[in-house]
């Protein structure tokens, strides 16, 4: 559009309060093109990866009865007494955050050394110990070990730039 047109066009518009045209505007570069306004560009999604819930339930464990640095900890030079002592409070811490977390149940409701009868064939819910025939089927068995199923997870959301293969930061006392 030649620059004479323009002004003609401009002029009238504004003459008649319809303000200065948009094609006139971009000829002369007072606004974008509507195709090249800057829209916000989207955030990324941070990628969920299968290990972040075991590392967040480590990072929390870690946190609040500070499992990691007893089991990395070389116990060899400690008593008896001085481990057992450590491991009651360990236990203690562990036992409620991971109750406060996640909800267990057993997979089998009976009593360890009692006969329990065999109902599930799947080896990802009873696991046969001992004498087992070639063929599997048996009805019943002592019971072992009763087993866990997790009922519930409830893990607190994580956080976008949360880096999860840092478990505990390192802490630094400033005097």
Known sequence: MSRIS????????????????????????????????ATPAAKPVPEVRASDGALQVLSIL??????????????????????????????EQSRTTLSRYVTL?????????????????????????GNVPADGKVSQGILRHRGWRVENVDLPKLSPNQNMMVLAPAEIEIE
Not at 9 to 31: C, D, M, N, R, W
Not at 62 to 88: C, H, K, N, T
Request: no cysteine; aromatic share 10%.
């Open 62 to 91: 870690q946190r609040d009865a500070r499992l990691i640095d007893f089991l990395m900890e070389d116990i060899g030079g400690y008593s008896d007494d001085q481990v057992g002592a450590a491991v009651r409070t360990l236990h």
């Open 105 to 129: 149940r057993p997979v089998i409701d009976g009593v360890e050394g009692t006969a329990t009868r065999v109902e599930s064939r799947d080896p990802n819910t009873v696991k046969l110990l």
């Open 6 to 37: 323009l002004a003609f066009k401009s002029f009238f518009a504004i003459l008649f309060g319809h303000g200065l045209p948009e094609q006139v505007a971009q000829a002369f570069g007072y606004t974008r093109k509507s195709e090249a306004k």
